[in-house]
Structures are given as structure tokens and as C-alpha cells.
């Protein structure tokens, strides 16, 4: 006899969800619950509603016989599992989201009638989400690249798209070279490799030939592009916008998200090690967070100017390769985004999810940036291809939820049924007919915009180093140094000579320590390569302070996650004091040690581990504590994963806290002793590594022998 397996028990999940309508399980269009076996579990059905009798079994004919084509529950089954992928993002294909709310801090009527920005205390509902740019769907969370930083506000007056990333300029000027870019910049089409990586001479050969991404590569070499956490970025909407307010009056604007746990990064050689130890890393330091009620936060700033302000500054506000520093134009906050709620399910919401761009609410207009009216286009136009019908607006993630009504119809997965006549305008037969209104409704504003008709470039977009000098000398020198190091290290693995070389000459105009440094680092002598010509001479702008990380740094442990690693026979008293004053300075505090069991401490208590010293390498974490006994210790004075726990700690510029058997392994991997390796005595020695740590990278240690 075949065999018959009993439908197994509902999971708590499918309890969740059965449990009240509106789940989408369990509900049809006219509101009916469910087929159900008893309180709080769901009969399994067919997409027809047919209760299905056996999920384990395809139909046969006869006991070892063919499966019969009348089985039109399998086919059904196995023909939605084939179409379940649809076209990923063809950018920003790899992404995490959540869900929160933006609170309004302060009443900006003066500058725009967007009621979301019209109260303080106002809260609006966002979904945000993050992604990475060059790799597919499946790639690894911490290559170098960009981060997207998607908001979708929905506002009481319709959805408003905040489309940015985390760094506040663009590689190109105008949308007629973006499938060049991002073809450079993805897989080569010939050999499909490398995935999710900018090194490779496709995309250095194009910036080559490309000078005004010159400020955006200075961006993307610094240490932005390898962020710790998803937390801990910035995000800028790259493009100047316009606000209006209810008088018709407008200013332009640059919008800034910055994060309240300050920008905080990787070095490269962890980036590389957590891309093996936990491909998800970002997406699972997202979630977790939010699943520990660790929410993160940023504030919303806007930088507010006139047009005679855009006049007075050295280049052109239109173009999207420049930044105002904000030593020019303050920053104002506006408001606040929490993240407070994890997707019910990823690909329902995160995978679905379409920004738009053009979806702006009264209040909002665009400016003339070639970039930004191209990215008009585009977006409304993947939608289309990746959701595959223009009702994707009715898809639960991306519908307003403030009331929506018009008159177009149909198409396919037309979710509504509309009901009525009257699907046009004007009409007379229907008074209730949805209707337009001059006073509510969006305006764009009354520009004249006159010229002749031409394919051009503005003479005004025409500067490309000033602006890349200005980044680089705003950096401190550690920010430098890893600039120089990224720059050597991608264009080492560009194959062909004169590409790198084109790219060094640019360099030279740029700044002569940047270009000599990233020389040395490819064995090219000084004096070997002629500066590129440039279209208008760098200017030597002042530099902007604020631009670097270094200075978002908060000096809190609160969001960090740090390592206490323990051997057997740790003294009791210590991990307690240890381990409470990480908590009490609000950091995310794992315990790993030699087995995911747990270890036995001192006082024969069992400590539970949240990770085994082999999945769990210290690249992971933010800090890290070594803990143990003169016994327990000793087996991992030979072992390669422990003595790597504290080498890849020193070399990844962490803070390490070492008791005594701890400074016994420190001993053993070689380590060095600098400010941010604490010996813990006393609670004051906690204290000083309570510091240490919460200053993040300890730059003072790089060039000490075993760091890069
Ligand atoms: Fe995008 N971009 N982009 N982009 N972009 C997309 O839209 C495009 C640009 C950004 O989490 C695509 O839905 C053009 C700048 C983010 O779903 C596509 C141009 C900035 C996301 C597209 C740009 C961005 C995208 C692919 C130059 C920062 C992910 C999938 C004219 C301000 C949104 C999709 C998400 C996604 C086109 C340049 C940010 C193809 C044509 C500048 C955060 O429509």
C-alpha cells in the first residue's frame, strides 16, 4: 500500500494568520471566513477553495503506476511553484525592509503644504527598503557598493517615494548613460562574473572614460560602501527637489536621513570575511534589531534654499554629482523614522514593494536635474515589467491607505470591482463619480521653461575634480588611507594596464597624495603618468568637516553587538560584571564559546551560548571580550579558530576585553597591546573598554604589524 500521511498540525504562523479576517488566508473578495477544522486552524485548500484530502501523494494510476494528468491538484501546486519568481530588480535587486512611521518634529508650512510635514507629533506609516546596487537577488549582503535607501511615506494625501541612497551623489549626469553604467558595472556578459563587485575592468574602463563620476567613485572607495549595518548609514535623496508651500511659493530642497547611531563601517578585509561567515549579515542585524524591540531611528533633514542662494554656489545645484555642504546650506531636522516592525512575509512585501520617484504628494515638485526627470520614467516603467500589470498599486505593500479613487479599470489582476456605470468623465449619471479638485489637488508648479531643442550637456555640470577634491581633503587620514587602499585594491584586479593608468591620471587632478598613494600601491613610478585634461581646471573648494564619518560617531555601545567569548571554568564573578555593564550601556551582547551547549563557569553554573566559537568568528561583531581559565583556555591556545577570534579582532581595529587567560590567547595569536586592548581587573578596567568599544574602529592601531 502507499503510504498516507495525516495533514500535520498548523503552525503557529498559519494560526496567526487564520485568526481574524483580512489575513489573506481564509478570506475571498466578499469577506467569507474560511473552510475550518476547529479554533484556530485552517482546512488546507486549493487556490479554488477545494479542501484538499491528501498533500502528500500525487494521483497514480495503480500502486506503482503513472501519475494521472486529471491530478489537477498537483498541477495546480506545481504550476504555481513555477511561475513563483518574477524578474528581479535589474538594480537593487538585493534588499531588506521593514516597516514604521515617520513622526514630524517640526511644522514646515512655511516651505510646504504636505500635511505629513504640517504637525509636530504628526506620525505617518513608512515602509523602508535597503538594498545593495550590482548583485542579484541572491548575493551577499557586505559587498563595496552603494546602499539604496527607499522610503515609501503613506501620507494622508497619497504615497510619497523617497528613492535614495547612502551616498548623496550619482555617477553620471544624465539618464541617457545609466544602462551603460550599470551594464559596466554588473557581471561581465561574456563570462557572468564577478557578481556583486565593481572591481573588474568593465566598470573601471567606463569611469575612465567618464570623469564626472569622479566625485561618486571618492564616495564609493570610502568606507560608506562597506557599512557595519543597515542601522548605520545615512541616506540623502541625492537630487535637488522643490517644496511648495500653500502660498505657491517654492524653494528648492535636498533631503538627508541621518543615522542616530552615527555611520558606522567595516574595514575591508571584514567585509570579505562576513560575505563567507554570514552572507546575510545586514539583513539579519535589520531583523533582529527590530525583533529585539532595538528599533533603529533615523532624523530627516532638510537643506532649504532659494534660487539666488543656488546662484551664489561655485556649481550647479541641477547637477546630480554634487553636494551643498552643509557648512553652506545648514541642515535642518523635520523629523524622525522609526523602524518598528518586520515584514509579515518578504516577498509579498519587500520583493513587491515599487517606488516610484514620481510619486510625490501636494507640496513636493521636481527640479530640471537630467538625472532625476530620466529616473521619472524609469521606475513607473520596471514596475510595469516586474509586477507584470499597472494595478500594482492595489498590491497591499504599495496601496495608499488613504481613500483612492478613479476611473481607470481593468488591466490584468484587477483586484477592485469597481461597480456602477460610470467609468468616465465628465459624467452626469452617477453624482457620487470621483471628481477633481484645483484647491486639494496636485499642481505642478507654473515654470516657464524655454530654449531651443538639443542634446546637450550644460556648460555649468562641466567641472568633475573640484568637488572629488573637496571629498578627499574633507576626510580625516585614516578616511584617506582606506580611500587609497580601496582605489589600489580594485584597480589591482583591473586586467588591462592603460585602464588603470587612465584612471590614475584622473587622480593626479584630483589630489597629489590620493593619486601617489593609489601609484605606489599599483607599482606605477611618480612621474610615469600625465594627468588627464580636464574640462574646466579643479578649483580648491574649502573643505567640509561634516562630510566625514568619523564625526557622526555617537561614542555609545546602545545598537552595537558585541562578543564576549568564554572557556570553560570563566570566573563566575567576572562574565556577570562584564556582561551587565555591556547590557546596561545597551549593546547586543552573544556569548559564544567552544559548543553551542553552553559552557560551565567557575561556580559550576552552565552560561548558555547564542553561537559556537566555529560559526561564529569575531568579523561578526562590533567588540569583542576573551574570557576563561588557565585549563580552559588552554586548548584553544592551538586552535586555529580562537587564535584567528583575536587576530582578525586586533586586525579589524576592534576594541578587545582580555581577562587573564584571555591575555594568555592574545599572547598566543601574536597580538599586539595598544589603548583598545583592556586588560579586566577591576570595574574600572571595564569601564576603559566600555569607552574603547564605544568609540568603534580604533584607528590609531593601523600599521601596527598584522593590520592592513
Ligand atoms: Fe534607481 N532604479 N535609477 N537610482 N534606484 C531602480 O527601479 C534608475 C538612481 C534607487 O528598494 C529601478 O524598482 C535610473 C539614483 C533605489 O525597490 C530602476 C537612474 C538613485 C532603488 C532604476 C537611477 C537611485 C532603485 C530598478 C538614472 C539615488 C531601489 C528596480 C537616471 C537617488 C528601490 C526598481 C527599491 C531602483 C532606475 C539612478 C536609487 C531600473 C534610470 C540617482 C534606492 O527603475
Redesign the pocket.
Known amino acids: 500500500m502507499a503510504s498516507r500521511k495525516s495533514v500535520p498540525p498548523a503552525t503557529n504562523r498559519q494560526r496567526k494568520l487564520a485568526a481574524g479576517p483580512g489575513s489573506g488566508l481564509g478570506t475571498g473578495q466578499g469577506g467569507e471566513t474560511h473552510q475550518v477544522a476547529g479554533p484556530g486552524q485552517a482546512l488546507l485548500t486549493s487556490n479554488q477553495g477545494v479542501v484538499l484530502a491528501d498533500n502528500q501523494n500525487s494521483l497514480h494510476g495503480g500502486d506503482r503506476g503513472p501519475t494521472l494528468l486529471e491530478d489537477f491538484l498537483l498541477r495546480e501546486k506545481i504550476t504555481h511553484f513555477d511561475h513563483e519568481r518574477i524578474p528581479e ?4 535587486a538585493r ?1 531588506s525592509a521593514a516597516h514604521g512611521y515617520f513622526e514630524c518634529l517640526r511644522d514646515c508650512s512655511d516651505w510646504t503644504k504636505a500635511s505629513f510635514l504640517s504637525k509636530p507629533r504628526k506620525r505617518t506609516p513608512v515602509f523602508t ?1 535597503f ?1 545593495t546596487v550590482a548583485g542579484g537577488a541572491g548575493s551577499v549582503d557586505t559587498p563595496r557598493d552603494v546602499r ?3 522610503v515609501k511615506f503613506y501620507t494622508d494625501e497619497g504615497n510619497f517615494d523617497l ?3 547612502n551616498i548623496p551623489v ?1 555617477f ?1 549626469q544624465d ?1 541617457m548613460k ?1 544602462p551603460d553604467l550599470v551594464h559596466s558595472v554588473k557581471m561581465e556578459p561574456d563570462r557572468a562574473f564577478p557578481q556583486a563587485a565593481s572591481a573588474h575592468d568593465t566598470f573601471w574602463d567606463f569611469i575612465s572614460l567618464m570623469p564626472e563620476s569622479l566625485h561618486m567613485i571618492m564616495w564609493a572607495m570610502s568606507d560608506r560602501a562597506i557599512p557595519r549595518s543597515l542601522r548605520m548609514i545615512d541616506g ?4 535637488t527637489f522643490r517644496l511648495v508651500n500653500a502660498a505657491g511659493q517654492w524653494r528648492f530642497v535636498k533631503f538627508h536621513w541621518r543615522a542616530a547611531l552615527g555611520v558606522e563601517s567595516t574595514t575591508w578585509d571584514e567585509a570579505v570575511k562576513i560575505a563567507g561567515a554570514d552572507p546575510d549579515y545586514h539583513r539579519r542585524d535589520l531583523w533582529e534589531s527590530i525583533e529585539r524591540g532595538d528599533f533603529p531611528v533615523w532624523e530627516l533633514g532638510f537643506q532649504v534654499f532659494d534660487q539666488a542662494t543656488a546662484d551664489r554656489l561655485p556649481f550647479d545645484v541641477l547637477d ?1 554629482t554634487k553636494v551643498i555642504p552643509e557648512e553652506l546650506v545648514p541642515i535642518e531636522i523635520v523629523g524622525r523614522m522609526v523602524l518598528d516592525r518586520n515584514p509579515d512575509n518578504f516577498f509579498a512585501e519587500t520583493e513587491q ?3 516610484c520617484p514620481s510619486h510625490l504628494v501636494p507640496g513636493f515638485d521636481f527640479s530640471n536635474d537630467p ?1 532625476l526627470q ?2 521619472l520614467f ?2 513607473l ?3 510595469l515589467k ?1 509586477l507584470g500589470t499597472p494595478n500594482f498599486h492595489q498590491l497591499p505593500i504599495n496601496a495608499p491607505k488613504c481613500p483612492f479613487h478613479n476611473l481607470q479599470r481593468d488591466a490584468q489582476m484587477q483586484m477592485m470591482v469597481p461597480k456602477g456605470r460610470v467609468n468616465y468623465e465628465p459624467s452626469s449619471l452617477d453624482p457620487s463619480s470621483p471628481r477633481e479638485s484645483p484647491q486639494r489637488g496636485f499642481n505642478s508648479l507654473a515654470l516657464s521653461e524655454t530654449g531651443p531643442k538639443a542634446r546637450l550637456r550644460p556648460e555649468s555640470f562641466a567641472d568633475h575634480y573640484s568637488q572629488a577634491r573637496l571629498f578627499f581633503r574633507s576626510m580625516t587620514p585614516p578616511e584617506q588611507y582606506h580611500m587609497i587602499s580601496a582605489l589600489g585594491f580594485e584597480l589591482g584586479k583591473v586586467e588591462t594596464p592603460a585602464v588603470r593608468e587612465r584612471v590614475v591620471a584622473h587622480l593626479l587632478l584630483i589630489d597629489d597624495a590620493l593619486a601617489r598613494g593609489v601609484m605606489d600601491k599599483l607599482g606605477l613610478p611618480p612621474g610615469s603618468i600625465t594627468p588627464a585634461t580636464p574640462a574646466r581646471p579643479p578649483q580648491n573648494l574649502p573643505p567640509s568637516p561634516a562630510l566625514s564619518q568619523v564625526a557622526s560617531r555617537s561614542g555609545s555601545l546602545k545598537g552595537r553587538h558585541l562578543a564576549l567569548l568564554v572557556a570553560e571554568g570563566a570566573d563566575a564573578q567576572t562574565v556577570e560584571t562584564v556582561k551587565t555593564a555591556l547590557e546596561k550601556a545597551r549593546a547586543r551582547v552573544s556569548v559564544i564559546a567552544d559548543k553551542i551547549s553552553g559552557v560551565t563557569l567557575s561556580d559550576g553554573t552552565l552560561l548558555p551560548a547564542d553561537g559556537a566559537l566555529a560559526g561564529s568568528p569575531s568579523c561578526l561583531f562590533g567588540a569583542v571580550v576573551v574570557l576563561g581559565s588557565e585549563d580552559g583556555i588552554a586548548p584553544w591556545l592551538t586552535h586555529p579558530a580562537a587564535l584567528d577570534f583575536l587576530r582578525d579582532a586586533w586586525r579589524h581595529l576592534k576594541a578587545i576585553g582580555l581577562d587573564d587567560a584571555g591575555q594568555q590567547l592574545a599572547q598566543a595569536a601574536g597580538i599586539g597591546s595598544d589603548d583598545a586592548v583592556v586588560a579586566l581587573a577591576d570595574r574600572r578596567s571595564v569601564a576603559r573598554y566600555l569607552k574603547a568599544a564605544g568609540q568603534g574602529k580604533f584607528f590609531a592601531r593601523e600599521g601596527q604589524p598584522g593590520t592592513d
Open positions: 530588480r535589474i538594480v537593487h534588499g527598503r538594498s539604496g535607501f527607499a528613492v535614495g541612497n550619482f553620471i539618464a545609466f540623502f535623496g541625492v537630487h546630480p514593494v515599487a517606488f538625472l530620466g529616473r524609469s521606475y516603467d520596471t514596475q516586474r
